[in-house]
Structures are given as structure tokens and as C-alpha cells.
């Protein structure tokens, strides 16, 4: 197995601790960075050479995450000097406690893992334990049209959540409002399944939140407990978390213990534990529970803002069979016990916010207000997913956003204004004739995602009838006249509208007055179906193509 020293710094690691980690995204690179503050050396896993953390670790070995026997065998291959095998928002902590139970290393047992990695496994362990969740079913992806055709996919109540068994990130994850999306949703969640089996479940109403926590010698403690900020049904679309969360200390306590008995009843013992949990009208109610830390930008980002702890470097301590020491110091009992746990916590003193921003389809020619963005006061990071040549689409998952603002501030609002500040100010301006960007701007929609993609702006009757009489009267957008001069009389029907950035009406017409002082004639009504539709991406595409024309 070829390994690459990638460090050049280090001349001679023979001696060196060293830790595995698996994957080498950006969700990983709190881990690699954690691991060197530590002393250890970081050898890190990844199928994919190019992935953007492989210049960051000390050595780089080429192994598919799922090759568990590829993993061991390079985890043997350091011997008694390798300390811990480690991973952070990826699907593969089975992996880990496949290679940590073979090398005698600390981490959640194999058992503990895969049920924390298979939802049906997990379903059944919550079921065994009176765990809260919601009602299930699995079917094979040879099975679904048999399924479909039988009495009880008739006596189906809808709506329904329907995901792959496998697989993270909300990837083939959907909404099925009713029996017309089911079959596309069903084909989807298998499609995306590593084992083609897919699980069916009842929807939870209510608000939605992400906790992490940290199992260590008979304890559990909350490491980051935020809100999330879930748009766009019938997919579930994290536009953004904000941590801490700002639900009241009770309903907060009944969250935690469900959390803790949920983690017991799947065996977690050893090692980070990450829940994705509603509030409903019956209380507590778990979507999911993961054995590692969370991604998403919680563990390694909001979390040690908000809470001034490294959460990776005690999870990383733990995984090397030591005491985490810093999250002894700042821990408080919550004075509860659940699932055989002693409860603790260690809060936050400050509020870090989250947001992602987004791209109507299409291929981006110029990205807009990055140093603005990134300049702007409590913002900490600017992190992008795609640029300048990058294909986009309207996020069905989370694995399709362009990118996320995260920021900090003693103040919840602060935080949370400094975060949506950043995003309203990116503009990703895609390339002219398109035949996505024109499906999305003036197509229809698809019969099993009615009302989905979202328009930028919604356009109310009032709103309409306003449209229609400037259209009367001008019909064309004319070379020297600007946006907010020729949509004028719409504006204030449009107060405390935003859109998926965050971006207000009136700041996405002043926007396009910007980039664009000098724009041919536009027909009106598209220009206008292309601004409610697509917001500034769709007044620019739409310019951006009369003027290639001419």
C-alpha cells in the first residue's frame, strides 16, 4: 500500500504516536489538526488523493473507508505506536471500531457501531428499550414495487419519511407528502443506500436540534446541544444550526435524557455520540443517533467557538486511551441519570451561528462578496464548496450546498444577524444559457416534488396585480434604467420577504444595479419571472444571456 509522506516537516516520524483518522475531508481537518496538538502524528484515510485535507496530514494512505480490511492492515502497519483510530462526520465509525477492536485500541464496541451506523438496527434497538422514535419499516430495493401493490402500502397514512438504511447527510432522504411521491422517494432512498434498503417512517412535527456528547467511564456529556434549521420540504435542508439552542431548561433536560437512554440501548460505551432529536406534542422524539461527533460544522467549529473547548482534542483523548482532562475541568452534573449514565454538560458562554448559502442550477462564472463577507464583524469563517467553474444545484441535500458562514458573538443576536450578514452579501452568477437554469427559472415543476424548488421570492395576488399593470405599462427593462427604479411600485409589497440567503428584495434589486449599470433591454415579464424565481441569480442569468445575445 503506498503511503505519502505529505508533511515535509517531518524528517523521521520512526518514533513517533501516531493516530488514524478516517477521511480526509474538511469535516476532518478539526481531527488532523487536533491530533498534531496532541503530539501525535496524523495518518489519515481516504479513497480520494485529492480530497482537501490530504495536504494537512503527515502521512496519506489511498484506502477506501469501506475496505475494513485495507484500513486494518495499514492500522498494523505502525504497530504498537499507533494510539487511536478516529473519525468525525463521515458514515464510517463502524470502521473505526472495526480496526480500534483488532488493534487493541479504545472505541465503541463493533456491535455499538454498526447499530449506530444501520437505521433498522437502531429502530429495533430504540424499540427493545422504549426509546422514543417513530414507527418503521423496511423494504429491500427488490422489493418495492411488490410493496407498492400491496394492502399495506394501501393502508399507508401519509406523510412519510422516506431515507436509505446507509447513508448520511440527507442524501435520498425525503419527504412522501402523499401516495403520488412515494415510488420516486422509495427508488431514490435505495439509489442511495450502500445496501439497497430503505426505511419508512412516520413524520415528526416539531422543532428539530443536534446534540454531541461525549461517553467516557460511565458518564455522558452534552458537548454542543443547537438548533437546526431545517427548509425546503419535501427534502430537509440544514440551511444552518445555531448553538447553543434557545429551548427552555426543561423541555432541554427531557432532550438529553432521551438522548443518553437512546445511546445506551444502541451499546455506546466508549467515544462521541451525535443525536439529531424533534419536540413533539408527545415530547422527545429521536431521529437519529451517531457514534462519532457530528459534522455540519458543530464539533469543530461552533461548538469550540461558543464553548472555548476543543471538543476534537478530548474526543481524540479518549480515542488514545487517555483522561480528557479539560472536559473533566468544565463539565457540570446535571444531576440526572439516563440509561445508566451519570449526566454532565459543558456549556457554552458564548453564541455561534451557522448559515449555509445556496445557488439556483446552473455552472458559476463569478462569485461576488467574499471580502465582504468574510470582513464583516464576529464573522470567523467564510468556508466554500464551490466556485468559480463549479456545477451547482438546488440543495435535495446537504452534500449540495455552496457553502456556510459561521461566526461568534457574546450576543445570540449579534451572532445570529453577523452569520445571515455574511450570506446576503455572496452572489454566485452563473453562466448564460443553460438548459438547467432555464428549467428551473421557467420550467414546471415535477409531479412527485410539487412546490419544490421554492421561488426566491413569493408573489402574492396584491403582488401579482402590481406586476401585471407595470408590465402594462412597461413591457421592456431598458438599457439605463435600474432594478429598484423599474420595480418600484413592488417594493412595498415585499417588505420582510428574504431569500434563501438571506438577501431582502430590496437589497437584490440595489445588488443588480450594481453588477449590472450597463444591461441591454430585457423583455419584462421573463426578467421578472426570473427575479421572484431565482432572485439575483435570475435577473443576471436572464441579462447575463441577452447580452451574450447582442
Not at 503530539?39 to 489511498?62: E, L, Q, S
Not at 444559457?433 to 421557467?442: A, N, W
Amino acid at each position: 500500500m503506498p503511503l505519502q509522506n505529505t508533511n515535509k516537516t517531518v524528517a523521521d516520524a520512526q518514533n513517533k504516536e501516531y493516530v488514524l483518522i478516517l477521511g480526509a475531508g474538511l469535516m476532518q481537518r478539526p481531527a488532523i489538526e487536533a491530533a498534531r496538538e496532541l503530539g501525535f502524528a496524523a495518518v489519515v484515510a481516504d479513497a480520494n488523493p485529492k480530497a482537501v485535507c490530504v495536504p494537512f496530514a503527515d502521512i496519506f494512505a489511498p484506502v477506501d473507508l469501506k475496505d475494513r480490511e485495507g484500513l486494518l492492515k495499514l492500522a498494523q502497519s505502525f504497530g504498537l505506536n499507533l494510539k487511536a483510530v478516529f473519525t468525525a462526520g463521515t458514515d464510517f465509525s463502524s470502521s473505526v471500531s472495526f480496526v480500534a477492536q483488532k488493534c487493541g485500541l479504545v472505541s465503541h464496541t463493533l456491535e455499538a457501531a454498526e447499530n449506530a451506523s444501520d437505521k433498522v438496527r437502531m429502530r429495533k434497538c430504540f424499540l427493545e428499550a422504549d426509546v422514543p422514535s417513530p414507527d418503521f419499516m423496511q423494504i429491500e430495493q427488490s422489493a418495492i414495487q411488490d410493496f407498492l401493490s400491496s394492502k399495506e402500502c394501501a393502508e399507508l397514512e401519509f406523510p412519510k419519511v422516506v431515507k436509505p438504511v446507509d447513508n448520511m447527510g440527507a442524501r435520498g432522504c425525503r419527504l412522501a407528502r402523499d401516495r403520488s411521491e412515494l415510488e420516486h422517494s422509495l427508488c431514490e432512498a435505495a439509489k442511495n443506500s450502500r445496501s439497497g434498503r430503505v426505511i419508512v417512517e412516520d413524520y415528526m412535527e416539531g422543532p428539530e436540534f443536534s446534540i454531541d456528547a461525549l461517553v467516557h467511564d460511565g458518564t455522558f456529556t452534552v458537548t454542543g446541544f443547537a438548533d437546526r434549521h431545517i427548509f425546503y420540504k419535501p427534502y430537509f435542508i440544514e440551511m444552518g444550526h445555531t448553538m447553543p439552542s434557545c429551548v427552555p431548561p426543561q423541555i432541554k433536560l427531557e432532550l438529553i435524557e432521551a438522548f443518553a437512554k437512546g445511546a445506551a440501548s444502541l451499546g455506546l460505551t466508549e467515544g462521541a455520540a451525535k443525536a439529531d432529536i424533534k419536540y413533539t406534542k408527545n415530547g422527545p422524539m429521536i431521529g437519529e443517533i451517531a457514534g462519532r461527533l457530528s459534522g455540519g460544522y458543530m464539533s469543530g467549529w461552533t461548538y469550540p467557538y461558543a464553548s472555548s473547548l476543543n471538543l476534537t482534542e478530548q474526543a481524540l483523548l479518549i480515542a488514545a486511551g487517555k483522561e480528557p482532562v479539560e472536559l473533566v475541568k468544565k463539565r457540570k452534573p446535571l444531576g440526572i441519570t439516563s440509561g445508566n449514565f451519570v449526566l454532565y454538560e459543558a456549556e457554552c458562554d458564548k453564541t455561534s451561528a451557522e448559515r449555509a448559502f445556496i445557488s439556483i442550477p446552473g455552472t458559476v462564472s463569478s462569485v461576488y462578496g467574499t471580502d465582504t463577507a468574510s470582513s464583516s464583524p464576529f464573522v470567523k469563517n467564510l468556508l466554500f464548496r464551490c466556485g468559480e467553474g463549479s456545477d451547482a444545484e438546488f440543495p435535495r441535500n446537504n452534500v449540495e450546498k455552496c457553502g456556510n458562514a459561521i461566526s461568534c458573538s457574546k450576543s445570540a443576536a449579534l451572532a445570529r444577524s453577523a452569520a445571515e450578514y455574511a450570506v446576503s452579501q455572496l452572489t454566485l452568477r452563473l453562466k448564460p444559457h443553460s438548459e438547467k437554469t432555464d428549467s428551473f427559472l421557467f420550467g414546471q415543476d415535477l409531479p412527485f416534488e410539487k412546490n419544490f424548488p421554492p421561488p426566491a421570492f413569493a408573489c402574492t395576488e396584491k403582488t401579482e396585480a402590481a406586476l401585471d399593470r407595470l408590465l402594462g405599462e412597461s413591457p421592456v427593462f431598458k438599457t439605463g434604467t435600474k432594478a429598484s427604479v423599474y420595480f418600484s411600485q413592488i417594493i412595498p409589497l415585499m417588505e420582510g420577504q428574504y431569500d434563501w440567503n438571506k438577501k431582502s428584495f430590496t437589497v437584490t434589486l440595489e445588488q443588480y444595479d450594481q453588477l449590472c449599470p450597463n444591461h441591454q433591454d430585457i423583455e419584462g415579464r421573463s426578467f421578472s419571472r426570473a427575479l421572484f424565481k431565482g432572485g439575483i441569480q435570475g435577473m443576471l442569468y436572464v441579462s447575463d444571456g441577452v447580452s451574450y445575445e447582442s
